[in-house]
T-cell receptor, first 115, second 111 residues
Framework: EAGVAQSPRYKIIEKRQSVAFWCNPI?????LYWYQQILGQGPKLLIQ????????DSQLPKDRFSAERLKGVDSTLKIQPAKLEDSAVYLC?????????????FGDGTRLSIL | GQNIDQPTEMTATEGAIVQINCTYQ??????LFWYQQHAGEAPTFLSY????GLEEKGRFSSFLSRSKGYSYLLLKELQMKDSASYLC????????????FGAGTQVVVTP
């Protein structure tokens, strides 16, 4: 089966600019996650969707980050305006459901550098 | 609070065995996952434990003790391709399936 697809792979922008990332989960996966992974750290959840509804966005900096999953399939994550501290890899993951034994499958991520 | 601890780095020789420990303190427990992440690549799922005991999958085994808040990942017959970061992740009970990750253990396999 095709894995989680993300684009772009790399992005370089200046601070205060805006940027958007795209994710296409594995077909049939109802749950979609966006994680931020700063160099040397583990992934940190930003937002979780169940179909097209948000179920957890407690760690999303809502003053600058937004995400949507309008039709319950693809998702976009946006940062506006970007700060230096946003330099990280943004990982998208999906799972069949949110059952306790369901593993999450990750995409290769988008590496964001803020100048 | 949530806390997941694992060593930063471990070095071992090709063909040897390495054990990566993970201790956790989370708001409830609903399973523990191990992922492997090569530099610049996606984390890939290795194993899942929810009951105490050992789960074996080929060269990789994972152990869990819920009463001690402790898990380990055992890598046997190390190969050069096993050089990667290994992430311990816990699913708390107050979550909607999300994972709390440790910082990862960088394993370096030498010839």
């Amino acid at each position: 089966e095709a894995g989680v697809a993300q684009s772009p792979r790399y992005k370089i922008i200046e601070k205060r600019q805006s940027v958007a990332f795209w994710c296409n989960p594995i077909s049939g996966h109802a749950t979609l996650y966006w994680y931020q992974q700063i160099l040397g750290q583990g992934p940190k959840l930003l937002i979780q969707f169940q179909n097209n509804g948000v179920v957890d966005d407690s760690q999303l900096p809502k003053d600058r980050f937004s995400a949507e999953r309008l039709k319950g399939v693809d998702s976009t994550l946006k940062i506006q305006p970007a700060k230096l501290e946003d330099s990280a890899v943004y990982l998208c993951a999906s799972s069949l459901g949110r059952g306790h034994n369901q593993p999450q499958h990750f995409g290769d991520g988008t590496r964001l550098s803020i100048l | 609070g949530q806390n997941i601890d694992q060593p930063t780095e471990m070095t071992a020789t090709e063909g040897a065995i390495v054990q990566i420990n993970c201790t956790y303190q989370t708001s409830g427990f609903n399973g523990l996952f191990w992922y492997q992440q090569h530099a610049g690549e996606a984390p890939t799922f290795l194993s899942y434990n929810v009951l105490d005991g050992l789960e074996e999958k080929g060269r990789f085994s994972s152990f869990l003790s819920r009463s001690k808040g402790y898990s380990y990942l055992l890598l046997k017959e190390l190969q050069m391709k096993d050089s990667a970061s290994y992430l311990c992740a816990v699913r708390p009970t107050d979550s909607w399936g999300k994972l709390q990750f440790g910082a990862g253990t960088q394993v370096v396999v030498t010839p």
